[in-house]
């Protein structure tokens, strides 16, 4: 069984920068089109972006830009690096494989401050 843990998340001022991790034991992220997500309280989780197998990048119209997609095959992992934060990205942020996915897993937090 696939367990995904994501990780690198934190409290971040407003202009700052995280770097998400996704890991997806028993499986190669490689092999797959891997996307984060995010939840903000009391709204349903929203696509962010998308890397396929080859390498091919797509971001929501809001975080395109800013945030960057990449793999670390080397790693096994899916990172999203995370510029110029505002307030509205404020939420927990979850990875997946884009088709047949995986349970989900518990998400990190990033919050946001003025």
């Known amino acids: 069984q696939v367990q995904v843990v994501e990780s690198g998340g934190g409290l971040v001022q407003t202009g700052g920068s995280l770097r998400l991790s996704c890991a997806a034991s028993?499986?190669?992220?490689?092999?797959?089109?891997i996307a984060w997500y995010r939840q903000a309280p009391g709204k349903s989780r929203a696509w962010v972006a998308t890397?396929?197998?080859?390498?091919?990048?797509t971001y929501a119209a809001s975080v395109k830009g800013r945030f960057t997609i990449s793999r670390d095959n080397a790693k096994n992992t899916v990172n999203l690096q995370m510029n110029m934060l505002k307030l509205e990205d404020t939420s927990k942020y979850y990875c997946?494989?884009?088709?047949?996915?995986?349970?989900w897993g518990q998400g990190t937090q990033v919050t946001v401050s003025a």
């Open positions: 890397i396929t197998s080859g390498g091919i990048t």
């Open positions: 997946n494989r884009v088709y047949n996915q995986w349970a």
């Open positions: 028993g499986t190669t992220a490689s092999n797959n089109a």
